[in-house]
């Protein structure tokens, strides 16, 4: 062992501008990964609380509203309103129908407004009577809308979906983004150790010849070359989870999660295991190219 250990040390010496390029860009990619998958966590607990929390608004005609399937100058009627409802409950994609009359809508609007010049503008009559519709399965939207809006009676149907849709999406593509800036990164990171240790090989290669002579065994040859880049990608992953600790520290917990409190944030309990999923793409990129860069100086 202490054999291994001083021809490790010599090992990293020799090759030191080497050794520090594959620590800096595993490091990055590291923290690309941890990045990206920190992300992937937030999003998809953003997304099923939010989804969650989503109702379906039908809202109906009065005498003055126009468009969807409203009658000019008709608001809708008893029929058409039993007939609405009766419809939303049938569908097996809707939970539950809960009906909001004018004076309700009314009463939510005179609160909500209850500082502002606007609500002396407003009465009763100019206030539409809705159904809030909770879904079973709140990302099976569209069919229960679409079938909202056939129905006649109903003037518009509003639900949050046309604006968390797009969000979703868009930090769905900056999660790839980073992971896939990440990938590549670690590629170089591999290429990067396999060609340290092939040099590290190719200096040492009449030792090993000699060590072959021997009788040495394939894993006292390789080890000196494995903690090598064990060290170099072992110091990688110390400085990755410490940039995505601290990115999650100043980002979430300092800032996000106290002037964002709607939506809920991930824990250190997901930090810990992004830190352990990117510590183990650390160590099998370590090891991987390490065992292809060294095997035609094993013996077979």
């Given at each position: 062992?202490?054999?291994?250990?001083?021809?490790?040390?010599?090992?990293?010496?020799?090759?030191?501008?080497?050794?520090?390029?594959?620590?800096?860009?595993?490091?990055?990619?590291?923290?690309?990964?941890?990045?990206?998958?920190?992300?992937?966590?937030?999003?998809?607990?953003?997304?099923?609380?939010?989804?969650?929390?989503?109702?379906?608004?039908?809202?109906?005609?009065?005498?003055?509203?126009?468009?969807?399937?409203?009658?000019?100058?008709?608001?809708?009627?008893?029929?058409?309103?039993?007939?609405?409802?009766?419809?939303?409950?049938?569908?097996?994609?809707?939970?539950?129908?809960?009906?909001?009359?004018?004076?309700?809508?009314?009463?939510?609007?005179?609160?909500?407004?209850?500082?502002?010049?606007?609500?002396?503008?407003?009465?009763?009559?100019d206030m539409q009577d809705s159904f809030r519709v909770?879904?079973?399965?709140?990302?099976?939207?569209?069919?229960?809308?679409?079938?909202?809006?056939?129905?006649?009676?109903?003037?518009?149907?509003?639900?949050?979906?046309?604006?968390?849709?797009?969000?979703?999406?868009?930090?769905?593509?900056?999660?790839?983004?980073?992971?896939?800036?990440?990938?590549?990164?670690?590629?170089?990171?591999?290429?990067?150790?396999?060609?340290?240790?092939?040099?590290?090989?190719?200096?040492?290669?009449?030792?090993?010849?000699?060590?072959?002579?021997?009788?040495?065994?394939?894993?006292?040859?390789?080890?000196?070359?494995?903690?090598?880049?064990?060290?170099?990608?072992?110091?990688?992953?110390?400085?990755?989870?410490?940039?995505?600790?601290?990115?999650?520290?100043?980002?979430?917990?300092?800032?996000?999660?106290?002037?964002?409190?709607?939506?809920?944030?991930?824990?250190?309990?997901?930090?810990?295991?992004?830190?352990?999923?990117?510590?183990?793409?650390?160590?099998?990129?370590?090891?991987?190219?390490?065992?292809?860069?060294?095997?035609?100086?094993?013996?077979?």
């Amino acid at each position: 062992m202490r054999h291994s250990l001083r021809e490790t040390w010599s090992g990293l010496r020799r090759n030191l501008a080497m050794t520090i390029a594959v620590i800096v860009t595993m490091g990055v990619s590291l923290s690309l990964l941890g990045a990206g998958l920190l992300t992937s966590m937030e999003v998809d607990l953003a997304k099923r609380s939010l989804y969650d929390q989503i109702e379906i608004s039908v809202f109906l005609c009065t005498e003055q509203t126009q468009g969807g399937q409203c009658e000019p100058g008709k608001a809708t009627t008893d029929a058409q309103r039993a007939q609405i409802q009766e419809t939303l409950e049938a569908n097996p994609e809707v939970d539950e129908v809960i009906y909001e009359s004018k004076e309700a809508a009314f009463e939510e609007f005179e609160r909500v407004f209850a500082d502002s010049p606007v609500l002396a503008s407003r009465t009763v009559d100019d206030m539409q009577d809705s159904f809030r519709v909770s879904l079973v399965n709140p990302e099976n939207y569209e069919g229960v809308v679409s079938e909202a809006k056939g129905l006649q009676g109903v003037q518009n149907v509003q639900d949050l979906h046309t604006v968390l849709d797009p969000m979703f999406k868009w930090l769905a593509t900056l999660q790839w983004a980073t992971i896939t800036m990440s990938a590549l990164l670690l590629v170089a990171a591999a290429l990067q150790i396999a060609n340290t240790i092939r040099m590290a090989a190719f200096t040492r290669r009449r030792e090993i010849g000699i060590m072959r002579l021997v009788g040495a065994s394939n894993l006292y040859i390789l080890l000196p070359f494995l903690l090598e880049s064990l060290v170099a990608g072992g110091i990688g992953i110390i400085l990755a989870a410490g940039a995505i600790t601290f990115g999650y520290w100043f980002v979430v917990v300092q800032n996000a999660a106290t002037s964002i409190t709607a939506l809920p944030w991930i824990t250190w309990g997901d930090l810990g295991t992004a830190i352990l999923g990117i510590a183990a793409v650390g160590v099998t990129l370590s090891i991987v190219p390490t065992l292809l860069a060294t095997r035609k100086y094993l013996r077979i």
